[in-house]
Nanobody, 116 residues
Framework: QVQLVESGGGLVQAGGSLRLSCAAS????????EGWYRQAPGKQRELVAT???????KYGDSVKGRFTISRDNVKNTVYLQMNSLKPEDTAVYYC??????????WGQGTQVTVSS
C-alpha cells in the first residue's frame, strides 16, 4: 500500500519561506503528474503546482513567481519551495501523485499558517 507523507508545514510570518516535502513510502510506477494542492477553510481545494513525467510544470496563478515545485526521483520525493509567503497562503497543503490508469494518491495534508 503506497502512502504519501508530507512534512515541512508550520507557522511563518508573512514574507517568510517554507519548504514542503512529500515522500512516497512505496514505489509508484508510470507516474503522470505529481503535485501540490491546498484547501483553506471554507474554500475548495485548489491547484498549487504540478510537474509531469516530462517535467512540464504548472502553477496556480496566485503562487506564480513565489513557489517552486521540484522532485528527486531517487528519493521518491516531491518538494514545494514557498517564498514570499502571504496570509492568504494559509491552508492545508496536500501532495498528490497520479499514475497512469489509476486514481491518484493523496497525502494526509500539512498545515501552513502565515501570520501577518
Amino acid at each position: 500500500q503506497v502512502q504519501l507523507v508530507e512534512s515541512g508545514g508550520g507557522l511563518v510570518q508573512a514574507g517568510g519561506s517554507l519548504r514542503l516535502s512529500c515522500a512516497a513510502s512505496g514505489r509508484i510506477f508510470n507516474i503522470l503528474t505529481e503535485g501540490w494542492y491546498r484547501q483553506a477553510p471554507g474554500k475548495q481545494r485548489e491547484l498549487v503546482a504540478t510537474i509531469t513525467a516530462g517535467d512540464s510544470i504548472k502553477y496556480g496563478d496566485s503562487v506564480k513567481g513565489r513557489f517552486t515545485i521540484s522532485r528527486d526521483n531517487v528519493k521518491n520525493t516531491v518538494y514545494l519551495q514557498m517564498n514570499s509567503l502571504k496570509p492568504e497562503d494559509t491552508a492545508v497543503y496536500y501532495c498528490n501523485v497520479l499514475p497512469l490508469g489509476k486514481s491518484g494518491y493523496w497525502g494526509q495534508g500539512t498545515q501552513v499558517t502565515v501570520s501577518s
